[in-house]
């Protein structure tokens, strides 16, 4: 029903408009320019991000903590800078005996005392506390929104929650340029008819498959 609901919600000539414009190389994939992909799954927020309060009490060292946006609803702003960013997610990618003597493996091990080792999640990562090595992405869209689509430019450098989809341009030039197409009028019709009606229609979600395969103007046509 999700990929033909997007001929109930537009008009016949909005696809065939859309088509015609794939054939003379107008349009094409997002995901022909771009990587898209999922912000960080951490099978355990509660431990895996950390405000400063925290880091603090646990005294966990900076080298082992990455900027983190844990949830769209905190962003205020299309351009997010770093005092803009109120969580760290643990980041760590050595064995335990690497990291003898550190405050960092005083909190691993407390993690493993609440058993999270053992969540579905979790359990298949190795070691179980890696959330995966990723640079952050310089552009990022929501999976839901409720109200007023944004699409943020990540100055900030931070990583993401999985609630927010990451966006890389495969030809950093395009950063700009893609973030002031996706946040244009066209694109806040388009997004919503790419995506899909979610809690009772008070919402609009947009899977990480329809954003790849959803239609942006070829950037090597506009020259800025």
Known sequence: MARRGKYIRAPEIFFKIIEKGKEKGIFIPLGKIARVRAGIKTGADEFFY?????VTQWKIEKEYLRPVIKSPRLLRKLAIDRDDIKHFVLFVNKDKKDLIGTNVLKYIEYGEKLGLPHRATIRRRKPWYNVGQRDPAPLLIPGI????????YN???ALTDYDLYEIIPYNAEDVLTLGALLNSTIYAVIIPIWGRGHAGGRSIEIRIYELANMPVINLSLIHI
């Not at 950390?50 to 925290?54: E, H």
């Open 50 to 54: 950390l405000t400063s309060d925290k």
């Open 145 to 152: 929104y409720y109200s007023r689509l944004a699409v943020y």
């Open 155 to 157: 100055r900030a450098k």
